[in-house]
């Protein structure tokens, strides 16, 4: 077999309203909005960072440039700090080398489809990655490894598409993009289909799609000629599923936790899962949850 070619880039479709979270994301993306103190967007760059990514790609839209912003290098702030002696250790993360970050614009909202493909000029002709920033994923509290990089390591292996998915109960599917499995080999999982939505009584599998993805540059032609879909628009899941049969296509089950952070009761599970296990702040917040569910002793 020959070496799949490595994956520098990730792709990052930031460019939606985020109405769900108004007033909140009126003038702030809902991309910025903290999980405790890091933003969404944060979590996801580091994921990818954490994987080998090289290059992120933001698809943005109007009143995005707050993003970009974040990963840029606040000389006032940073001169005010120094200054007064604070340890910047916690703004590291968020300085961009020059060139690691690129933005395109995706200009009319037409789906997380057409908003990949607005990035095709600068994927080229290279496998890629893409993160879909709501969905969190947290790796296993023994430390292992990040959602991209368990998948960059199964892909170094088989090659091809490679999408990430979650096990959920069978009454949940219908909420969800679920594969139709074929042979399994430990957590790789080949995928013979993707039903978008399924019936629960129709599901060929409790295996849901959870918002990473590797995939060959081939799906940008894919992209190219594809007709709008449900809600009217072009949907990623339509052209992955045109390309299976064409290439190899496989799911990595997540060993790890996924917080759906583009709802608002998910986003609410995030911040106080994670608080909770915060060595600086666990043991008040959890004194706090008590005394809020009136279990104070």
């Known amino acids: 077999m020959t070496t799949p070619k490595p994956i520098r880039k990730a792709v990052f479709p930031v460019a939606g309203l985020g109405t769900r979270f108004l007033p909140a994301t009126k003038a702030i993306p809902k991309e910025l909005l903290p999980i405790v103190d890091r933003p969404l967007i944060q979590y996801a760059v580091d ?18 440039t707050a993003i970009v912003e974040h990963f840029d290098i606040a000389f006032e702030l940073e001169a ?46 290279e496998p890629f990655a893409i993160f879909l920033p709501d ?16 998948m960059v390591d199964a ?21 969800y993009g679920v594969i139709d499995p074929g042979a399994e080999h430990g957590a790789l999982t080949e995928v013979k289909g993707l039903v978008e939505k399924p019936a629960v009584e129709a599901a060929p599998s409790n295996k849901i799609l959870s ?24 949907q990623l899941t339509d052209a992955m599923a045109r390309m299976i049969g064409t290439q190899p296509f496989h799911a990595v089950t997540f060993n790890g936790r996924r917080f ?4 608002k009761a998910g986003f609410v599970e995030a911040t106080l899962a994670l608080a909770l296990e915060r060595e600086d702040m666990g043991e008040e917040v959890r004194a706090m949850a008590r005394r809020l569910l009136g279990l104070t002793d």
């Open 47 to 64: 994921e990818a960072r954490e994987a080998g990514i090289e290059q992120m790609i933001f698809v943005t839209g109007r009143g995005k």
């Open 80 to 125: 005010t700090m120094g200054e007064r002696g604070k340890n910047l250790d916690a703004l590291a993360p968020t300085r961009a080398v020059p060139g690691d970050i690129i933005t395109v614009r995706q200009q009319v909202p037409l789906g997380l489809g057409h908003a990949i493909w607005c990035a095709r000029a600068i994927v080229g002709n």
């Open 135 to 150: 969905e969190l994923m947290i790796a296993g509290k023994d430390g292992g490894r990040g959602c991209m990089k368990q």
């Open 155 to 175: 892909y170094s292996r088989v090659g091809g598409n490679l999408i990430s998915v979650l096990e959920v109960p069978r009454e949940e599917v219908s909420s």
């Open 211 to 234: 918002g990473r993805y590797i995939l060959q540059p081939e799906v940008m032609r894919t992209l190219e000629s594809q007709e709008k879909g449900a809600g009217g628009e072009i």
């Open 260 to 263: 759906d952070c583009g709802s």
